[in-house]
């Protein structure tokens, strides 16, 4: 720890152009401002990570790696402080930069970053980003209690529909907590989780994106309507056991990876000591025609709940539990 009061880190992260040093080790593609590749820190097919050389870190928005450019080089080659500095500042100066030796040691993993509610006076953040603007649409996540605890917010970026969350939290323990464009920590809540928790006898009922959560309230004013973040490809980093001892009613957007995510989910509930596991088949509208591929209830349009709740019941049937025999699925 001496050796870390010795350097002047601030001046050496001023000194080593991030761009270059992360673009040794992935390739980067410019973004406005900033820079986007594959992550380092976890295997990903889209691109997650974000160098930002004006703010003079690096950020991933899947697994949430965050470093400055020592503590890039610190963790891309498996280095500790004292030796990541060492090598870094042997080689500034000199006009042709620092020398990187080939990466041979394996790529130590950063804990995740911890998140958690906000302090009252820090309720809500600023959630302009440089290349998408404000969000155009905000929705706040709860703690079970009712206080804020992030929030989903949607960006259009040139016509195209981008989600970003929003949390509270810290990297370590000796980082300043923090509202951060990321996601919530694993287990991850549910939207409404303070009406879940406030109404115990309550159905849940269950869709994909916290707009279509919203419009499903209207039309279901006496089930609490409800879903979680980071869409169908982030079920399995819910928190399930919030529906324990619940009965859920699940509503797929009408098309197959909707279903699908619905049955994955099914699984999850029946595991996590939910009692009643219904989805509702939303492949035909009231009229009996084909729903359109993607129809969602934030599509239903002009639907009164009456005409919603009838539709529903005609549709939802039982998903049995996995080790229970199959039996004629009860009239809802
Ligand atoms: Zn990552």
Same mark, same amino acid.
């Given at each position: 720890?001496?050796?870390?009061?010795?350097?002047?880190?601030?001046?050496?992260?001023?000194?080593?152009?991030?761009?270059?040093?992360?673009?040794?080790?992935a390739?980067?593609?410019?973004?406005?401002?900033?820079?986007k590749g594959l992550c380092?820190?976890h295997t990903e097919k889209s691109p997650s990570m974000?160098?930002?050389?004006?703010?003079?870190?690096?950020?991933?928005?899947g697994c949430?790696?965050?470093?400055?450019?020592?503590?890039?080089?610190?963790?891309?080659?498996?280095?500790?402080?004292?030796?990541?500095?060492?090598?870094?500042?042997?080689?500034?100066?000199?006009?042709?930069?620092?020398?990187?030796?080939?990466?041979?040691?394996?790529?130590?993993?950063?804990?995740?970053?911890?998140?958690?509610?906000?302090?009252?006076?820090?309720?809500?953040?600023?959630?302009?980003?440089?290349?998408?603007?404000?969000?155009?649409?905000?929705?706040?996540?709860?703690?079970?209690?009712?206080?804020?605890?992030?929030?989903?917010?949607?960006?259009?970026?040139?016509?195209?529909?981008?989600?970003?969350?929003?949390?509270?939290?810290?990297?370590?323990?000796?980082? &300043? &907590?923090?509202?951060?464009?990321?996601?919530?920590?694993?287990?991850? &809540?549910?939207?409404?989780?303070?009406?879940?928790?406030?109404?115990?006898?309550?159905?849940?009922?269950?869709?994909?994106?916290?707009?279509?959560?919203?419009?499903?309230?209207?039309?279901?004013?006496?089930?609490?309507?409800?879903?979680?973040?980071?869409?169908?490809m982030?079920?399995?980093?819910?928190?399930?056991?919030?529906?324990?001892?619940?009965?859920?009613?699940?509503?797929?957007?009408?098309?197959?990876?909707?279903?699908?995510?619905?049955?994955?989910?099914?699984?999850?509930?029946?595991?996590?000591?939910?009692?009643?596991?219904?989805?509702?088949?939303?492949?035909?509208?009231?009229?009996?025609?084909?729903?359109?591929?993607?129809?969602?209830?934030?599509?239903?349009?002009?639907?009164?709940?009456?005409?919603?709740?009838?539709?529903?019941?005609?549709?939802?049937?039982?998903?049995?539990?996995?080790?229970?025999?199959?039996?004629?699925?009860?009239?809802?």
């Open positions: 720890m001496a050796a870390k009061q010795e350097i002047d880190t601030a001046a050496l992260n001023a000194s080593i152009d991030l761009v270059e040093l992360v673009g040794r080790y390739p980067l593609q410019k973004d406005g401002k900033d820079y380092l820190f974000t160098v930002s050389p004006e703010k003079g870190f690096l950020h991933c928005f949430g790696a965050h470093h400055d450019a020592i503590g890039f080089f610190m963790a891309v080659e498996n280095l500790d402080f004292k030796a990541a500095t060492a090598k870094l500042l042997n080689g500034s100066g000199t006009g042709s930069g620092y020398v990187v030796p080939q990466r041979t040691t394996k790529l130590k993993r950063p804990p995740p970053r911890k998140t958690f509610a906000p302090p009252a006076d820090n309720a809500k953040p600023d959630m302009h980003i440089k290349a998408l603007g404000d969000p155009v649409a905000v929705w706040m996540y709860r703690t079970a209690e009712g206080g804020p605890l992030g929030y989903v917010a949607r960006y259009d970026d040139d016509g195209k529909k981008t989600i970003r969350c929003w949390t509270f939290g810290q990297h370590s323990d000796q980082d &300043p &907590p923090a509202w951060e464009c990321g996601h919530f920590a694993t287990p991850r &809540p549910l939207y409404n989780l303070d009406r879940i928790a406030a109404n115990t006898t309550a159905k849940i009922l269950l869709v994909e994106g916290e707009k279509t959560a919203d419009a499903a309230q209207q039309l279901f004013p006496s089930l609490i309507a409800s879903t979680w973040p980071g869409g169908a982030a079920i399995d980093r819910v928190d399930w056991t919030l529906l324990k001892g619940r009965k859920v009613v699940l509503m797929p957007d009408a098309d197959e990876p909707g279903r699908q995510a619905m049955d994955r989910i099914a699984a999850y509930l029946h595991e996590n000591g939910a009692v009643e596991v219904k989805g509702v088949d939303t492949e035909t509208q009231p009229d009996g025609s084909l729903s359109p591929e993607g129809w969602d209830l934030a599509d239903a349009v002009g639907w009164t709940p009456e005409q919603a709740i009838k539709w529903a019941v005609e549709r939802a049937s039982v998903y049995p539990p996995p080790e229970s025999k199959p039996e004629t699925p009860p009239a809802a």
